[in-house]
Nanobody, 114 residues
């Protein structure tokens, strides 16, 4: 059974950094494009970015360009989201997902506040 488990969310001050991880199992990780999504309170879930099977970031939301980096380690079946220069508007639950499949993690909370 496919499993995705996010971790690394925390409370951080504006300007700070966090690294989220998404550990996976139950499918061939290297076969799939993977994505990070986020959902802020009262808002719809939005796509943060996608990374393809070659490790190339194929999409990154304008709001995070220059601050967030997506990477993957196929040997560990793990997806990462490095978030720098965090802003209060980045506060959300962050989810990882396998592209073209309805496989989601449970989410990890990121709160950016002074």
């Amino acid at each position: 059974q496919e499993q995705l488990v996010e971790s690394g969310g925390d409370l951080v001050q504006p300007g700070g950094s966090l690294r989220l991880s998404c550990s996976t199992s139950g499918f061939v990780f290297s076969w799939f494009t993977l994505g990070w999504y986020r959902q802020a309170p009262g808002k719809q879930r939005e796509l943060v970015g996608l990374i393809n099977t070659k490790g190339v970031t194929s999409m990154l939301a304008d709001s995070v360009k220059g601050r967030f980096t997506i990477s993957r380690d196929d040997s560990k079946s793990t997806l990462y989201l490095q978030m720098n220069n965090l802003r209060p508007e980045d506060t959300a639950v962050y989810y990882c997902k396998v592209d073209t499949r309805p496989w989601w993690g449970q989410g990890t909370q990121v709160t950016v506040s002074a």
